[in-house]
């Protein structure tokens, strides 16, 4: 009896190994070139462009993937389950872009420049004030000529395709405004768009839906991720690309965390924001810095100009409320103790903010809460050389512009130096400094309609160095 249960147990042991083997070898070939790990970084190719983001298995993803499998064994097909069909339109538009990267990364390497349109506003970038003029004019005349901007319809005022146009919030709502007008770079075919732009504004969101008393952010992700669910079930380009062709602008101070709630955009999505913190995650190889302009009546004219050099006698010049960690180490310092930097907390009656700016040489441009600050703004329309005293802080349109050129750099260990630092600048130094902020200007202003050369152009043209992936 013993032998008979011996004899049989092995029997079964080998029927039992026997289908454990044959298991596992249709498993295998089920799910031949598949992850087995459901959370790992998957690549999704679309034609031309190879978009990676993380992938979390969800119970559709378990769907598909059966469907795929069972489709896949009726008809012993090896396709993969994210294979994405031919899209003839963005290989068009990926092949543009592939000659633009081409023609900028020419220019960079020959130095030689390109022909631009005459006319009245006719300029070309030279001079220092450029990391590379040459790149910079070629790279901005290919964005004239190719580049196409898509803003989706859906949504409506005052949270979305609106924004301020009178605060330190005004970039928002002016660029909102000159987008929504714009002819050149504008597209309503959205097969032709290199870039789609989310209208949503962070400032209305904030001032329209949040309860100051209750204090609930939420609101900023149910109206977000709300709206880019509706895009992405109407349209298929947010899916094409996880959103890495799509852009939205915030110059709030919440304009990053508006971004946490969908995680393709906080982690895809180019960024256009004033805040452009680095300790707060702004990447600055896909997220775009911006200004933050204080247009206090909304007027765009009468900002710029300043006095000449033997009126300006104050060395340095601060005015502004206690609020981060830099100011109050500057006002401990040097609030109201020198006749030369004079920096004030508040400013004494009879005394005018832009008028002490345009009689300064140095205007002191400390970050507050957030890094960004409209002083730097101020001191250029005012030509007053900016000194900038921050941490973390990606400077607008620091891909094409030599902010050291035109701007000192204080650390927060150097503000009880301050002034010696200051004067340690020999004249001729200063002056071409402060020639050089009158030559930036144009980078600054607002015009309505936009000029060549403006902010307005430049932060599209910060875009389209991010939607091409290049560096000039």
């Given at each position: 009896?013993r032998q008979f249960h011996a004899r049989h147990l092995y029997v079964l042991l080998f029927v039992g190994a026997s289908l454990a083997l044959v298991s596992a070898l249709v498993l295998t070939k089920g799910l031949k070139g598949s992850s087995p790990w459901p959370w790992t970084t998957s690549t999704v ?174 609101v900023m992700k149910h109206v977000v991720a709300d709206y880019v669910k509706v895009i992405s079930q109407k349209y298929r380009y947010w899916n094409r690309s996880l959103g890495a062709d799509h852009f939205m602008l915030s110059c709030h101070d919440w304009g990053p965390r508006a971004t946490w709630y ?149 650390s927060v260990d150097e503000i009880p130096n301050l002034k010696k630092i200051l004067l340690g600048i020999s004249q001729d130094r200063y002056i071409r400094m402060q020639e050089r902020v009158k030559q930036v200007q144009r980078h600054f202003v607002v015009n309505n309609p936009p000029k060549r050369f ?19």
């Open positions: 009896m190719k679309t034609s031309s462009s190879t978009f990676s983001s993380p992938r979390f298995f969800n119970h559709t993803d378990a769907i598909r993937q059966k469907e795929f499998m069972d489709a896949g064994n009726a008809s012993n097909k090896k396709k993969s389950v994210w294979e994405r069909p031919r899209d003839a339109e963005l290989e068009r538009v990926e092949a543009g872009l592939a000659r633009a990267r081409a023609l900028i990364r020419a220019g960079t390497i020959n130095r030689s420049s390109i022909s631009a349109p005459l006319g009245e506003e006719y300029y070309v970038p030279q001079g220092d004030i450029y990391r590379n003029a040459v790149a910079f004019h070629r790279s901005y005349v290919i964005m004239e000529k190719l580049f196409k901007i898509f803003i989706y319809k859906e949504g409506e005022a005052p949270l979305f395709h609106n924004g301020p146009c009178k605060s330190i919030y005004s970039i928002e709502g002016v660029f909102f405004s000159l987008m929504e007008r714009d002819t050149h770079f504008r597209t309503l075919d959205p097969d032709q768009a290199h870039i789609y732009f989310l209208p949503f504004s962070v400032v209305m969101i904030i001032h329209h839906l949040f309860d100051r008393i209750v204090r609930d952010k939420d969908v995680p393709r955009l906080y982690y895809n999505s180019i960024r256009a924001l004033c805040n452009a913190n680095t300790s707060e995650h702004f990447n600055p190889r896909k997220d775009a810095s911006i200004p933050e302009i204080n247009l206090i009546t909304g007027e765009t004219t009468g900002l710029t100009g300043g006095l000449p050099l033997s009126k300006r006698a104050i060395l340095a010049f601060f005015a502004g409320r206690l609020h981060g960690r830099i100011r109050p180490a500057l006002l401990h310092h040097w609030k109201e103790k020198d006749e030369l930097v004079q920096v004030y907390e508040t400013l004494p009656e009879g005394l005018s903010y832009p008028d002490l700016m345009k009689k300064s040489k140095y205007c002191i441009c400390p970050s507050g809460h957030e890094v960004a600050s409209p002083r730097i703004v101020e001191a250029i329309y005012a030509e007053c050389v900016p000194v900038l005293i921050s941490q973390h802080y990606v400077l607008p349109f620091s891909d094409v512009l030599d902010w050291g050129s035109f701007s000192v750099q204080v403006d902010v307005f152009h430049m932060i599209i043209h910060s875009i389209w160095l991010r939607r091409l992936n290049v560096a000039v």
